[in-house]
Structure formats: structure tokens, C-alpha cells
């Protein structure tokens, strides 16, 4: 069995269309089932390669995807993934290690769920994500700093005029840092402006989204850091000529 035909939830408004990529059918049924009374319409699909298929030919707010899979496992999927597509994803996995953990946040993943988990949860975590990507109520819809550029409408980011491809998560964490650029802002308080979730001594979630955007956007034209670690205290974006515009 490769793909299971979507089946229409059970509430007349759908919110988001999800795509969950797991071989396990029964867990599959189970998540269709429960996501419908939601409003969420999931389609299902049990290998790697078909669930890159899918990503690629149709509009999905949301991908949930296994680390075992059959062929090619999920951080390749991911990996391939994050080539033609920044939609968030949310890793389920059976070892819960805080390796994979950091690994599939490294490679761009927006969230993780230990199994076996409830239902309840992995809903309340579709929403949890799915409310961090949705634009703010308030906030600065267009930051420049230095060369960066960052239009919250359009959720585009610029550095020196080059498009950078952010995942969902890593754009949220640039948002909160630009917008309160010059300042530090503890790690208690981005994971869950960021994370939607509470401080946890082994949550190292931050850590691997700043370490991924000062891959992705480089050093400061002088050769220094844009994101600098305050020991102890958390991070703070530098600042040298900041312009502010809503």
C-alpha cells in the first residue's frame, strides 16, 4: 500500500490540509480519523518517495513525517524536502533521543513528537504550529537592519539582496530577534514566542534555529557574529545601523 485515499472531516470547515507520511496504516486511520472531528483533512501516504511526490504536486500546511520510514528515511525526506519547499514540518519519532531531536531541527524541521503519543497531542501540536506560521495580530511587518530585510507580509528575507529560504520556525526566531534587536532576550522567553512550548533543561530547540540561521545568513560584513550567545542569559541580535519601519 502506497497512498490511502484522503478522507473529508467530519466538521463542514476545513482549516488546514495536512500531509502525514508514516508507514504504520493503523496509526495512519487513527490520525484521519481523529483530525477530521477538527477540521483538518489529512491525506496519508506510507513511504518517503510518495510523500515527496505529494509535498511537490499539491499545497499542504502542514507535513507530519515519520524518521523510520521504508527506502529512504525521514531526514532524507526532510532534507530533500527543504530543497524546492519551506512548509512546516512536525518529525515523529519512536527513539525521542535528543540527537535526533537536534538533528531534525538542524535540517529544518519545525517541531518533534516522541511515539507513541495521543491523538489529543499531535492536534494540539498541528496547532500549536500552524499558529506560530500565521502572521502576527501586532508587531513590525517590514524590519531593516543593516542588510537584512525581513517583510513579514510576504515572508521574505533578504541579506545583502539575496533571497535566504527560511523554515517556518527559523523565521519566527528572526522576527523576535530583529525586533528587538540590540537586546538580550533570555532563552526562557524565545522558546515559547518561538516553540510554543515550555523551558525544558534538554530543550536545546533554540539553540539548533540560531545555529541554522547564522549558517544561512553568515557573518556581519565585518566578519562578526549576527546572532551572539549571552552565557547563561540567552541570545541578542547586534546591531549597527538599525532601521525600524512598519
Do not use: W
Not at 41 to 50: D, K, L, R
Not at 203 to 222: E, Y
Request: proline share 5%; with cysteine; net charge neutral.
Amino acid at each position: 500500500m502506497e497512498d490511502m485515499v484522503d478522507v473529508p472531516p467530519a466538521r463542514s470547515r476545513i482549516q488546514s490540509q495536512v500531509l502525514l507520511v508514516d508507514d504504520d496504516v493503523s496509526l495512519g486511520k487513527l490520525v484521519v480519523e481523529y483530525a477530521a472531528y477538527e477540521g483538518y483533512a489529512v491525506a496519508v501516504t506510507t513511504t518517503g518517495e510518495s510523500g515527496l511526490r505529494m509535498a511537490a504536486s499539491r499545497t499542504f500546511a502542514l507535513v507530519v513525517l515519520d524518521v523510520m520510514l521504508p527506502g529512504i528515511d525521514g531526514f532524507e525526506v526532510l532534507e530533500r524536502l527543504r530543497h524546492f519547499s519551506n512548509v512546516p514540518v512536525l518529525m515523529l519519532t519512536t527513539r525521542g533521543t535528543a540527537a535526533d531531536r537536534v538533528r531534525g531541527l538542524r535540517m529544518g524541521a519545525d517541531d518533534y513528537l516522541p511515539k507513541p503519543f495521543e491523538p489529543a497531542e499531535l492536534i494540539a501540536r498541528f496547532q500549536s504550529i500552524l499558529r506560530r506560521v500565521q502572521p502576527p495580530m501586532n508587531g513590525l511587518a517590514y524590519i531593516s537592519i543593516d542588510d537584512i530585510e525581513l517583510d513579514e507580509r510576504s515572508r521574505r528575507v533578504t541579506c545583502a539582496g539575496t533571497a535566504v529560504e527560511l523554515t517556518a520556525t527559523e523565521f519566527i526566531l528572526l522576527q523576535v530577534l530583529l525586533s528587538s534587536a540590540g537586546t538580550v532576550l533570555p532563552r526562557q522567553d524565545l522558546i515559547p514566542r518561538v516553540l510554543s512550548r515550555r523551558e525544558s533543561a534538554i530543550d536545546r530547540g533554540i539553540d539548533s534555529l540560531v545555529s541554522n540561521l547564522r549558517r544561512k545568513l553568515g557573518p556581519l560584513h565585518d566578519g562578526g557574529e549576527r546572532i551572539r550567545s549571552v552565557r547563561g542569559v540567552g541570545y541578542v541580535y547586534v546591531i549597527g545601523n538599525p532601521e525600524k519601519a512598519n
